[in-house]
């Protein structure tokens, strides 16, 4: 099974810019990859899913216009470029692999292997 190493995270500013990525142990381009998050006291949510291809992707509305997700396949590399962050994006992302080759199917079932996590903090 593919293991997935986060990195990127740490601490910044309102209105700044962080970029996550994500390192698979092993090739992992037939799969859909997605960023989830959770927050202090909150359950785990959907961040943000890009296809197979890297041609396609989807955001949840708080990403939309803020955050761009992107892969390298050659690299077994996953990125979320963060900008314009906010207070409430402070939350410990995780890097996920989906069952199947879509980002939809990362929206409407659970991944079959998580990262371990790496926590952003947006101080106000």
């Known amino acids: 099974q593919v293991q997935l190493v986060e990195s990127g995270g740490g601490l910044v500013q309102a209105g700044g810019s962080l970029r996550l990525s994500c390192a698979a142990s092993?090739?992992?381009?037939?799969?859909?990859m997605g960023w989830f998050r959770q927050a202090p006291g909150k359950e785990r949510e959907f961040v943000a899913a890009?296809?197979?291809?890297?041609?396609?992707?989807y955001y949840t509305d708080s990403a939309k216009g803020r955050f761009t997700i992107s892969r390298d396949n050659a690299k077994n590399m996953m990125y979320l470029q963060m900008d314009s962050l906010k207070a409430e994006d402070t939350a410990v992302y995780y890097c996920a692999s989906a069952r199947g080759s879509s980002w939809s199917d990362l929206v409407q079932a659970a991944p079959e292997v998580w990262g371990q996590g790496t926590l952003v903090t947006v101080q106000a």
């Open positions: 092993r090739a992992f381009s037939n799969y859909a």
């Open positions: 890009i296809n197979w291809s890297g041609h396609s992707s």
